[in-house]
């Protein structure tokens, strides 16, 4: 069986940790058979690259997934490299998002926070990129979860490129609509704490976390990669 390589972001926040860890076991839960591991792209270790080295060595393949919810960066350079650097052992599944089963994540967090009945827009709150792939998924997944609940959605960030959430929030204030914010991040930790400051006394969504919905997705993006890694084979 290939080995599953889930790489996150990282982050100094020990909530987002256990976040991060409580997903992956989810995975663990789903699929027993699988061997998995998880590393870091930024701030935590094990570092992707060297954890990437010693799975190999032991089992000769490995797929990288991605708990990321969109393109960007790390997608594009960090996870592709290690791919790169075995490109007949190691293959690089795409991010989490969009995908509808995010968006379906998205309603559940926003139902727990308001009652949607009285809430005329939502903001959807992400981290940002100055990718621009990462912008255009995030507004992908911004339509499928306006679909899903029958509302206009618009994307504020608070990093990258893009509309920062405070003036997208402001915009949208001023026109005396009831707006609640989706968090649009996967896991506890400065930037959902920075969402929760700039939104103000306005309903906040908890982020995404660690879901059965995200744990399936994940293992979604690993078996279209395996199979790709089977036919390289």
Known sequence: MIDLVAAA????DPRGIREVHSLVRMM????????????FVDVDVPALPGLVD????DSNQAVIVPLLLSSGYH???DIAREAERRPYQ????PALGPDPALADVLVDRLRACTDLRRVDRVVMAAAGSSDRRALLDCSATAAMLAERIDRPVEVGYVSGAGERLGAVLERTCSTGRRVAVATYMLAPGFFADRVRRIAGDLPVSAPVGADPRVAALALRRYDTARKVTAVAV
């Open 9 to 12: 972001h990282g982050t100094a």
């Open 28 to 39: 663990a839960a789903l699929r027993p058979s699988v061997p998995m591991s998880l590393g």
């Open 54 to 57: 010693r799975v190999v060595a």
């Open 75 to 77: 997608t594009a350079v």
């Open 90 to 93: 190691v293959q690089a599944a």
